[in-house]
């Protein structure tokens, strides 16, 4: 027997069969929301979802909708062959290629997590056929295929983004949209540290290091650099850890320090402590190590005066007083 929420959705969807087509799918969308709100588990949400793709497969809410069932699936209950399984089954029944397309890619990320690489490289020949790729489309088979370890694909995919990432390109994705130049410039240096650093990648692991280091500094001459000298990207403890594999350990070390100290991925400190070992021979000292480098790494801020919400000026350095100070910013609600 259905669950409650999932039985007031079916119940909706067969009183709305009178209404028009994409009135009616708009209405058992709206439906469906509202059951998954009241849903009182992740599976539930996922029944109601899954009822609605099953009525409505090829719609303009098919993509986004069968994202969300993998979602729940893949992440929420840690089932990804399920949501795959659920992917593969809906994808004949979406009429429209371009919706059967966008479905498709959400197979990448799945076939990846299970380390299904020959299915994957399949996949994405067949994502290749018909048109070009954007530079989404691209680099998104390029980083599954690196998750799931088929460097060739990757660096096939890397190469293919590559002429996105000028602002010849960006420009022209971004038609009509209002864009400064300093937002311009930020984007295709992103772009460009984004597939500087995946082809360094995949050229480290297809086992050549001298172009692996050449992309990486490339990816360092565009990255935008954060006030403590960690990247903005993977291209830290990337380089790193080719340095490293390649027994340029003082290279390793200085490279992996402001990653490992500043940056977001935990891996760096785990790589920076072995780059320590392979120097001195043990871990003794490592913490010592680590004060010294933040103390080297470390910068004074830049003075800056900002207002407050009456409009008065205040200058940080007027507020510290050489005394330890508490920033909070927030937007105002």
Partial sequence: MPKPTLFVFL??????????GAEKVERAYEAATK????????QEKVAVWQAFLARYPNSKRTVEVARTVVEYLAEELDRPEEADRFLVALLPRISNSERRRDVAFQRLPLLARRQRGEELRQLADELSLGRALTFAEAVTIADAARRAGVWEVALQHYRQALPFATAKAYRAEQAGAPLSEDRLERAVRRRQAKVFTGLGWAEQNLGHTDRALRWFAQARSCDLLRFLGNTDSELGLLEGKT??????????????????????????????????????????????????????????APDFTLPDYAGKEHTFSALSAGRVTLLAFWFPT
């Fill in 11 to 20: 119940t909706t969807v067969l009183v709305l069969s009178s209404c028009g």
């Fill in 35 to 42: 059951a998954a709100e009241k849903a009182a588990t992740s």
């Fill in 243 to 300: 340095l490293l594999a390649a027994g340029k350990i003082d290279r390793a070390l200085a490279v992996l320090a402001p990653e490992a100290l500043f940056g977001d991925d935990p891996e760096a400190l785990q790589v920076l402590r072995q780059a320590y070992v392979a120097k001195y021979g043990t871990e003794e000292g490592f913490e010592a190590f680590l004060a010294r480098e933040r103390e080297r790494l470390a910068r004074p």
